[in-house]
């Protein structure tokens, strides 16, 4: 998890970079033909601690959620498409924080997924890290699908059943630890989310 343009700048002390999260790999067979699909691994389930969910909440503008105090955090959200009312642009902002945050969100115009990791922390190392990385992604039965995994210099975004993944490096501070949804220009249906502090790997494996 890492690229060659800043790999020697990173910010860190002892360490280059890191492993994604173990993924599970497959084939799915799509009217373009086959494509792999990268999933999170099953296992992942046992770290999930203190789960807290939401059903049908309408977002407009910018709302705090109340989440776990925690930096390792997995997050599953759906948000169902309304012609009438469906906001321009809206997602999750995650590892909020005084003047911090990192964007997943997604542009209905232009049906594009976004990362935008520009105020995501320590970025000023190189040029080459503040970027927006954008990805097409249609909308399945009318529903965006997001499935985050938050750690504490990483983000892992998949969706469309693991057709799609983004993988980020990110250097919040560690107190920023916030959870935001958002919405621009409209409003947008959150029809389920979920929120589950994640265990270290270590300590779920004893």
Request: charge should be neutral; hydrophobic fraction near 35%; proline fraction near 4%.
């Amino acid at each position: 998890m890492n690229n060659w343009q800043y790999a020697q700048d990173l910010p860190s002390v002892a360490w280059r970079g890191a492993l994604s999260f173990p993924r599970e790999l497959g084939l799915k067979h799509t009217p373009k033909g086959y494509r792999l699909t990268q999933q999170p691994i099953r296992e992942l389930e046992r770290l999930r601690r203190q789960k807290r969910s939401l059903e049908n909440f309408e977002v407009s503008g910018q709302q705090v959620l109340q989440i776990p105090k925690t930096d390792t955090l997995e997050v599953i959200a759906n948000f169902k498409l309304e012609k009438s009312q469906a906001a321009e642009r809206f997602g999750l902002r995650v590892r909020t924080g005084q003047n911090e945050q990192t964007t997943v969100g997604y542009n209905l115009k232009t049906a594009q997924l976004f990362v935008d990791r520009s105020h995501s922390g320590k970025t000023s190392f190189n040029p080459s890290f503040p970027k927006i990385h954008l990805v097409h992604l249609e909308p399945i039965n009318s529903e965006i699908r997001l499935h985050l995994l938050i750690d504490r210099a990483s983000l892992e975004v998949f969706s469309e059943d693991g057709l799609l993944s983004m993988t980020e490096n990110i250097f919040p501070d560690g107190s920023s630890t916030g959870l935001e949804v958002f919405a621009q220009g409209g409003k947008i249906l959150l029809s389920k989310l979920e929120m589950y502090e994640l265990q270290s790997s270590l300590e779920g494996s004893r």
